[in-house]
C-alpha cells in the first residue's frame, strides 16, 4: 500500500500504468513534486516492491530460512533483470510475443521497457528491499520460535 500510495502522490498520473487504467481521477492533476524526484525518493517503489512481494510470498509456504532466502532472491532477480531490460529496450521489447498486446496487464510490458528508465539506484533499492524483506522474516521466525518454547 505504501509503494501505491506514493506512486498516487509522487508521479504524474498519466506515467503510471494503474492509475491510467483502473482510477477514474487519472487526469494531469495530483500531488506530484520535484522533491519525489530525488534518486532516493524515486527509487522507494522498487524497495517497496521487492520488500511487499518477497513478504507475501513468504507467507504462502511454511516458514524456514530457506524460505525467507528463496522469496528474497526470487524478487531480487525478477527486478533487476527488468530494471536491466529497461536499459536495453530494443532487446526487452523484441522479447515480448505480439499477443501480450491484445491482454490487460500483459499490454503494459512493451511500453514498460520502451518508456521506462534505467537507473542504478533501483538496482540498489531493489537489493535493500531483499534485505530487509530477509530480516523481518528471519525476525519473525526468531519470535515464533521463542513463544514455541514457552
Given at each position: 500500500m505504501?509503494g501505491?500510495?506514493?506512486?498516487l502522490l509522487?508521479?504524474?498520473?498519466?506515467?503510471v500504468?494503474?492509475?491510467?487504467q483502473?482510477?477514474?481521477?487519472?487526469?494531469?492533476?495530483?500531488a506530484?513534486?520535484?522533491?519525489?524526484?530525488?534518486?532516493?525518493?524515486?527509487?522507494?517503489p522498487m524497495?517497496?516492491h521487492?520488500?511487499?512481494?518477497?513478504?507475501?510470498?513468504a507467507?504462502c509456504?511454511?516458514?524456514g530460512?530457506?524460505?525467507?532466502?528463496?522469496?528474497s532472491?526470487?524478487w531480487?532477480?525478477?527486478?533487476?533483470?527488468?530494471?536491466?531490460?529497461?536499459?536495453?529496450?530494443?532487446?526487452?521489447?523484441?522479447?515480448?510475443?505480439?499477443?501480450?498486446?491484445?491482454?490487460?496487464?500483459?499490454?503494459?510490458?512493451?511500453?514498460?521497457f520502451?518508456y521506462?528508465?534505467?537507473?542504478?539506484?533501483?538496482?540498489?533499492?531493489?537489493?535493500f528491499g531483499?534485505g530487509?524483506?530477509?530480516?523481518i522474516?528471519v525476525?519473525?521466525?526468531?519470535?515464533?520460535?521463542?513463544?514455541?518454547?514457552?
Amino acid at each position: 500500500m505504501i509503494g501505491a500510495g506514493f506512486y498516487l502522490l509522487a508521479r504524474p498520473p498519466a506515467s503510471v500504468y494503474f492509475i491510467v487504467q483502473y482510477l477514474p481521477f487519472s487526469g494531469n492533476g495530483g500531488a506530484h513534486s520535484g522533491v519525489f524526484e530525488n534518486p532516493v525518493f524515486g527509487s522507494l517503489p522498487m524497495f517497496f516492491h521487492v520488500c511487499a512481494f518477497t513478504l507475501l510470498t513468504a507467507g504462502c509456504f511454511r516458514p524456514g530460512k530457506r524460505v525467507a532466502a528463496v522469496s528474497s532472491l526470487f524478487w531480487l532477480l525478477v527486478n533487476v533483470v527488468f530494471e536491466i531490460l529497461q536499459k536495453f529496450d530494443q532487446v526487452a521489447t523484441a522479447l515480448i510475443p505480439a499477443w501480450f498486446d491484445h491482454y490487460p496487464w500483459l499490454e503494459s510490458f512493451r511500453p514498460y521497457f520502451q518508456y521506462g528508465t534505467f537507473d542504478p539506484f533501483d538496482l540498489l533499492f531493489a537489493l535493500f528491499g531483499a534485505g530487509t524483506a530477509y530480516w523481518i522474516l528471519v525476525r519473525l521466525m526468531a519470535g515464533h520460535n521463542e513463544e514455541q518454547a514457552l
